[in-house]
Antibody, heavy 119, light 108 residues
């Protein structure tokens, strides 16, 4: 069974940093591209970042470049999202998403981890 | 950047009836479109990819159609568990991936 389990969210002050993690199981992690998608409270879905299987292609939403860093450790079946200089606008549930092979539809989503940025 | 526009924002339908949700892309995305269902407190679930292919385990009352810029998701014989928020997602031209703003399907 495919499972994606996020962790690392919480309450952080503006200007702070967080490192989110996503532990994957039930599939051959090192052959899949992985993404982070976020959802602010009561809002829609926003793509954040993508990393391919070998970490050779990394992309970010334009508005988030410079503060977000995606990485992965295939030996540990994990993908990470480092978020720096957090602002209130970063308050959201952050989902780890596996992209379906041969397409780029998100076929498996984690349960999400909530990040709250507040003083 | 491709902009995805969903309509209507809210759709009220009675159980047992059918519902059709629309999604329009600001430029052609061929058939590179997915639909997701999201219930309160849950992660989105993939329903349809390739504009019309049902994902694993999705009942056949869910059907997708369209190509180019105009797409639709039809849910026939609505059941109570189908009332949720639905998002479309284009993956033809990225980065960035883009999502529609969502359609809330509510019980009439």
């Amino acid at each position: 069974e495919v499972q994606l389990v996020e962790s690392g969210g919480g309450l952080v002050k503006p200007g702070g940093s967080l490192r989110l993690a996503c532990a994957a199981s039930g599939f051959n992690f090192n052959t899949f591209s992985m993404n982070w998608v976020r959802q602010a409270p009561g809002k829609g879905l926003e793509w954040v970042s993508s990393i391919n299987s070998r970490s050779s292609y990394i992309f970010y939403a334009e508005s988030l470049k410079g503060r977000f860093i995606i990485s992965r450790d295939n030996a540990k079946n994990s993908v990470f999202l480092q978020i720096n200089n957090l602002t209130a606008e970063d308050t959201a549930v952050y989902y780890c998403v596996r992209m379906k092979p041969t397409t780029n539809a998100g076929d498996y989503w984690g349960q999400g981890t909530l990040v709250i940025v507040s003083s | 950047e491709i902009v995805m526009t969903q309509s209507p924002a809210t759709l009220s339908v009675s159980p047992g009836e059918s519902a059709t949700l629309s999604c329009r892309a600001s430029q052609s995305i061929r058939s590179n479109l997915a639909w997701y269902q999201q219930k309160p407190g849950q992660a989105p679930r993939l329903l349809i990819y390739g504009a019309s292919t049902r994902a694993t385990g999705i009942p056949d009352r869910f059907s997708g159609s369209g190509s180019g810029t105009d797409f639709s998701l039809t849910i026939s014989s609505l059941q109570s568990e189908d009332f949720a928020v639905y998002y479309c997602h284009q993956y033809n031209d990225w980065p960035p991936y883009s999502f529609g703003q969502g359609t809330t399907l509510e019980i009439k």
